[in-house]
């Protein structure tokens, strides 16, 4: 069984409770899983070759920080276990 922080219910599958949580979580948090600063992302802005390059860049780390906003609010346990 499968539980998010948004939510008192309990789904079966992984699946299942990702697709619910995914219309509950913000920006702040993706935010908290962020591992870069500003001053990372100014200095990486700053040095380079191109916009196309930076910006597949910042997409890959925001996409990153998702997804461990994701693994961080679901918790996984088994059927008939109290929380």
């Known amino acids: ?6 939510s008192d ?5 992984y699946e299942e409770c990702r697709e619910d949580l995914e ?6 948090d993706i ?8 001053s990372t992302l100014i200095y990486k802005f700053l040095n380079r070759r191109n916009d196309k390059e930076f910006l597949q860049w910042l997409e890959q780390e925001i ?4 997804e461990r906003t994701v693994d961080e ?11």
């Open 31 to 38: 935010l908290q899983h962020f591992e870069h600063s500003t």
């Open 63 to 66: 996409y990153e920080a998702y």
């Open 23 to 28: 219309g509950q979580i913000d920006s702040d």
């Open 73 to 83: 609010l679901i918790t996984e346990y088994e059927k008939g276990e109290a929380e």
């Open 1 to 6: 069984m499968f539980v998010h922080e948004y």
């Open 9 to 13: 219910k309990e789904f079966e599958t």
